[in-house]
């Protein structure tokens, strides 16, 4: 580090340091009893009298914005003049709660000129000083612009009828800079803002009037627009509905903005009769907020709007008849999702028909499924599962049946959701009957989800038991991956039991679900497996499943029970690959139980190099705690394993010979 | 503040936008645009918003990006008051659209005096944000300003009015509120998941509240084409140039032209907690500091706490919800935690801030003139809360606030800390 730099930081540290004091100090300089405010708020008269530098005149101010009485207005209002400090002094001025502080910021008025000036006038105009209005008005012909616009701006904020009398003769003045036309339609604006506030509607009304004219710029006439709404509220309905059919597309889209405030009954189907005649482009905004409202009696135009030939106005329409239609519109709806003219407005439309509220709507989505073409009735059971259509199982029962395999996947999944525990047996013989692969995985899912909504979880698995007692074959196999799903004991027992089978291919399904049981009680009954298992696929699938559930404790941190479980996997692993699986699993374990164990698996040259990168990766982080143990881990991994990488940094790890 | 549900955004759109992460709004294809709307001799822009950058460091560089990855803007011009950043954003401009028609400010109102730019990015130091915003409204101009929206009380609220005064697009860049396990959270609370609301916990930014106003030595002063020391110091008060003041972790602290920690993180957290309390339109009344380091504990009105501390888990900027029956607590990193768990219902969320979703939704609010999520008015009951707590720490004792009449109960010398006279020429 270089010098310059180290006294740099020295310099921000003092500073920051400084910081902190001066927020200590600061506190510390709003002292809580009068007498040491007195006396202090004299010695800063006194600062701001002397001949201090700038900076302490500076801080006086500021300190004076909090504590100053009017004692120290003299002393500030002498310095408003000052080009370097009438900016502090004002600090301290503009917030005081005194009317002498006004005064003295009124007086500078006739002292001050240019920048200075506009700055007094400004925090006349923050202080909204009413006895400033004459003074400020006067300032309104000032040959500077600069101060004639602060002055308007200030009068805008005083807002009191007699300020937003002179800023209209300003305004209309048409003021020959170009700077001050803006500044007086702001001023005015303003003013208007206060007057509203302070309940005079109808002047603040005839200065929105006013600036609605195109002679003002957008913005202006904008806000005109939106405070006429506020100031005469009766009269928003037709304000809008004019704008919304005029052709000013800046007030067109402010009035449809508005449209959400209004409240009044019949307001949303007034705007509704004006769809029709708008273009296309205001045609959607107008469908958008109509639909935020949900008002059923918009629903005859958006419906008539879903017909249009814009695409952009009738896909807006099928999204706002999600909000507004009822069972009325499934019609429209089902029939955009079948053959509506873009991918967009066919996605539309499925929402739609998902959000769509009111009585009778699934059943008229199952009527119009029933008479879809095939391909289309993928979505409308899509939409019935949206909506959560318990009452649509029956007719989904139906679907699952059919001859479309599509459809009979769609069903099935939507079943898994919408059907429940008395749904079950029905669900069962559906499972029996699947033919092929793929929609007899669907049928065991959707088993799988209705068995787990069985409130009592020691029950869940009774009805899938006693189908298994009459099953046979690859429905067999079915139920006993379910049970491998559902995972309770009784489940457990009913397929521990099966790999007794006589069937090989139910013994198998049963090792299967054994191995993607989802918690560890299935571990004893794989070991089993594992170690006496009869085929080579059975002993592989067990060890394999013993091991991720393993894995699985280590994750919870269970670190013991896992480390017995791989330990007892190590001993009955026989290939390669399920000693790699062992050594993967373990890296996370940072015991020096996982690290012999690793370390074990070295000797052996099928897996040397996955067990010295295991030992490597938890001795790592086991190498503070346990120097000795890691360092003869080490040894045993540079001795046996023949990755040179790994190697050379095990032996960072060995201790030296005579080191501590 | 009422019930749960009484807010601008009702729970059925609240989750539809949660659902959809993207603000899902309907990105009307209607462009308003300056052509189109105001130039009533030139023909309509076409699908682009046109826009322009004003302060442009490392944070506006990021947002102005996530605007020009949206396919209707088109940026074209930046302002910075420092050399290198504006050349910088330029150069990054030309190179996203392949030339050199990109126009470099040292001063915003040039950028902002262009008929041709709809909205611009203000993501200038704290001190500039208010005034950089009323002048953009000023000028006709939409705009997303990053946080905080303010440096005194009287700021955010002359922000909100002028906003109100030429029907303007306001976002304050209260990204979070896009965000899913923010918003998602947020849906617990407002909801009544969580039960009648106790408490919320809104982290602030570094372990020590408040702010200093340290002078530092007089510099040579750069010419101000390399840096722009009076533009950079805009209204707050003059000082002599001293290059320290504009590095990061000084100004930020500075209470000329910053809000320090509480205002760093709490325009996000405290903001999410009060939209988590809708109380939107509104703030805490009762305010006092719990300890030395500056952490507050606020009272609502209907006695929910809002408690601005450290230590809350889950990366950045993180927010925790108490309730009667649970609580939520989550994090810039993503993660969130329930009690009962079973109120995440395995929803799962990404790490991060991005500003994608928050960005599309204000290209889409200004076509549609609606208004965003982070409205001038929200952002600025939840900046005045973070305002109100830091004057409670200046002073070193409780206050109570009036949330209706903006100002402290009884107490004048508080009052007088709501504003800060503008330096010449600006105004608020």
Not at chain 1, 337 to 342: E, N, T
Not at chain 2, 49 to 58: A, D, Y
Not at chain 2, 347 to 357: E, I, S
Request: with cysteine.
């Amino acid at each position: 580090m270089n010098c310059r730099i180290r006294n740099m930081r020295i310099i921000v540290v003092v500073c920051i340091a400084g910081v902190l004091l001066a927020g200590v100090a600061f506190a510390a300089a709003a002292p809580a009893d009068a007498k040491a405010r007195r006396e202090r708020e004299a010695k800063l008269i006194q600062t701001l009298k002397g001949s201090a530098p700038r900076a302490e005149k500076d801080k006086a101010c500021r300190e004076l914005q909090i504590i100053g009485t009017p004692a120290c207005v003299p002393a500030l209002a002498a310095l408003l003049a000052d080009k370097d400090l009438s900016h502090m002094a004002r600090c301290a001025l503009e917030p005081m709660p005194y009317g002498q502080a006004a005064k003295a910021l009124r007086d500078a008025l006739p002292k001050t000129s240019g920048l200075i000036k506009v700055g007094v006038i400004g925090s006349l105009g923050y202080r909204r000083d009413k006895e400033a209005v004459g003074e400020l008005t006067k300032s309104l012909k000032d040959r500077d612009t600069a101060v004639a616009g602060a002055a308007a701006a200030a009068l805008g904020r005083i807002g009191t009828p007699e300020a937003a009398k002179a800023l209209d003769k300003f305004r209309e003045g048409a003021p020959g800079a170009p700077g001050l036309r803006p500044v007086a339609a702001e001023a005015s604006l303003t003013a208007a803002q206060r007057l509203l506030a302070e309940g005079s509607r109808e002047q603040a009304a005839a200065i929105y009037e006013a600036l609605q004219t195109p002679k003002w710029p957008k913005h202006v006439r904008l806000g005109a627009f939106t405070g006429l709404l506020v100031a005469r509220p009766t009269e928003g309905v037709g304000r809008v509905t004019k704008a919304i059919a005029g052709d000013d597309p800046a007030l067109r889209g402010a009035a449809i903005a508005a449209i959400p405030a209004m409240k009044a009954p019949g307001v949303a189907q007034r705007f509704a009769a004006e769809l029709p005649k708008l273009p296309a482009d205001a045609q959607v905004l107008l469908i958008g907020v109509l639909a935020e409202r949900a008002d059923a009696s918009v629903r005859p135009a958006i419906v008539t709007a879903a017909g249009s030939a814009n695409p952009r106005v009738r896909t807006a329409a099928v999204k706002a008849l999600g909000s507004v239609g009822d069972a009325g519109c499934v019609e429209i709806l089902c029939k955009a999702v079948v053959a509506g003219k873009s991918d967009d407005e066919k996605q539309v439309a499925a929402v739609s028909l998902q959000r769509l509220g009111g009585e009778g709507v699934d059943a008229a989505v199952v009527k119009f499924m029933k008479t879809a073409p095939v391909g289309s009735r993928p979505e409308f059971i899509k939409a019935l599962v949206a909506r959560k259509a318990a009452g649509a199982v029956g007719d989904l029962l139906a679907e699952a049946k059919g001859q479309d395999e599509g459809v009979r996947r769609s069903a099935l999944r939507a079943l898994g959701v919408l059907a429940g525990p008395k749904d079950l047996p029905a669900l069962l013989k559906l499972l029996a009957e699947q033919k092929d692969d793929t929609t007899r995985k669907d049928a065991e899912r959707a088993v799988m989800q209705i068995s787990r909504k069985i409130s009592d979880p020691a029950g869940q698995a009774d009805a899938v038991i006693a189908a298994l007692g009459k099953a046979a074959g690859p429905a067999k196999c079915s139920l006993l991956r379910v049970l491998g799903g559902i995972g309770n004991a009784k489940a457990l027992e009913a397929v521990r039991g099966a790999l007794k089978d006589k069937d090989t291919q139910v013994r198998e399904a049963a090792v299967v679900a054994l191995a993607d049981w989802p918690d560890a009680a299935a571990a004893p009954a794989l070991l089993k497996v594992a170690r006496e298992g009869k085929t080579k696929v059975h002993k592989i699938l067990a060890i394999s499943g013993y091991i991720r559930l393993a894995g699985q404790l280590a994750k919870q941190r269970k670190t013991a029970e896992a480390m017995k479980m791989f330990g007892s996997a190590a001993s009955a692993a026989e290939r390669p690959e399920e000693k790699k699986l062992i050594l993967g699993a373990m890296r996370g374990i940072r015991t020096i139980e996982a690290l012999d164990l690793a370390v074990s698996f070295v000797t052996d040259a099928a897996v040397a190099r996955e067990a010295g990168s295991t030992a490597l990766e938890l001795a790592k982080h086991l190498a503070r705690g346990h120097p000795n143990e890691v360092s003869a881990a080490m040894q045993k991994v540079v001795s046996s394993c023949k990755d040179k990488r790994i190697v050379d940094q095990a032996r960072r790890y060995i201790k030296k010979p005579g080191a501590k | 503040m009422s019930g749960t549900n009484s807010g601008r955004l009702n729970r059925r759109s609240f989750l539809q936008r949660a659902a959809s992460g993207a603000g899902g709004l309907l990105a009307a294809p209607y462009v308003i645009t300056s052509a189109a709307l105001g130039a009533e001799d030139r023909a309509p822009a076409g699908e682009r918003i046109v826009m322009g950058g004003i302060g442009l460091g490392g944070r506006g560089r990021y947002v102005m990006g996530a605007f020009m990855r949206n396919k209707d803007v088109q940026m074209v011009a930046v302002c910075d008051v420092q050399s290198g950043r504006r050349k910088g954003a330029k150069a990054t401009v030309d190179r996203r659209y392949g030339n050199k028609d990109c126009k470099a400010y040292i001063d915003m109102r040039e950028l902002l005096a262009r008929d041709d730019i709809d909205a611009v990015v203000i993501a200038t130091g704290d001190n500039n944000h208010s005034i950089a915003s009323i002048e953009a409204a000023r000028a006709g101009k939409d705009m997303y300003c990053e946080k905080p929206m303010s440096v005194a009380i009287a700021e955010s609220r002359a922000v909100a009015e002028t906003m109100r005064r030429f029907s303007r697009i306001y976002q304050c860049g209260t990204q979070r509120r896009n965000i899913g396990n923010f918003m998602f959270a947020v849906d617990l609370a407002r909801s009544g998941k969580l039960g009648k609301l106790r408490a919320v916990h809104a982290e602030k930014a570094g372990s020590r509240s408040g702010v200093h106003f340290t002078v530092l030595p007089a510099q040579p002063e750069p010419p101000r084409e390399v840096m722009d020391w009076n533009g950079w110091l805009g209204p707050s008060a003059w000082r002599p140039y001293n290059s320290k003041y504009y590095t990061r972790g000084f100004w930020s602290n500075h209470g000329d032209w910053s809000g320090g920690s509480i205002t760093e993180w709490g325009s996000h957290t405290v903001d999410l907690c009060q939209w988590a309390c809708d109380a939107d339109n509104t703030g805490p009344v009762d305010y006092r500091t719990t300890n030395q380091r500056g952490d507050v504990e606020a009272v609502y009105a209907n006695g929910v706490k809002l408690i601005i501390r450290k230590g809350l888990r889950f990366g950045s900027c993180p927010v925790r919800f108490e309730g009667e029956e649970g609580w939520v607590e989550t994090g810039d990193s993503g993660r969130i935690e329930t009690h009962p768990k079973s109120l995440l219902a395995e929803r799962k969320f990404r790490g991060g801030y991005p500003a994608t979703n928050h960005v599309r939704e204000f290209l889409d609010c200004v076509k549609t003139r609606k208004q965003p999520v982070s409205t001038a008015d929200a952002a600025h009951h939840s900046i005045t809360a973070c305002h109100v707590a830091n004057i409670c720490v200046r002073l070193g004792r409780a206050v109570k606030w009036d949330p209706a009449k903006e100002e402290f109960v009884g107490d004048a010398e508080a009052d007088r800390l709501r504003s800060r006279a503008y330096r010449q020429p600006w105004r608020l």
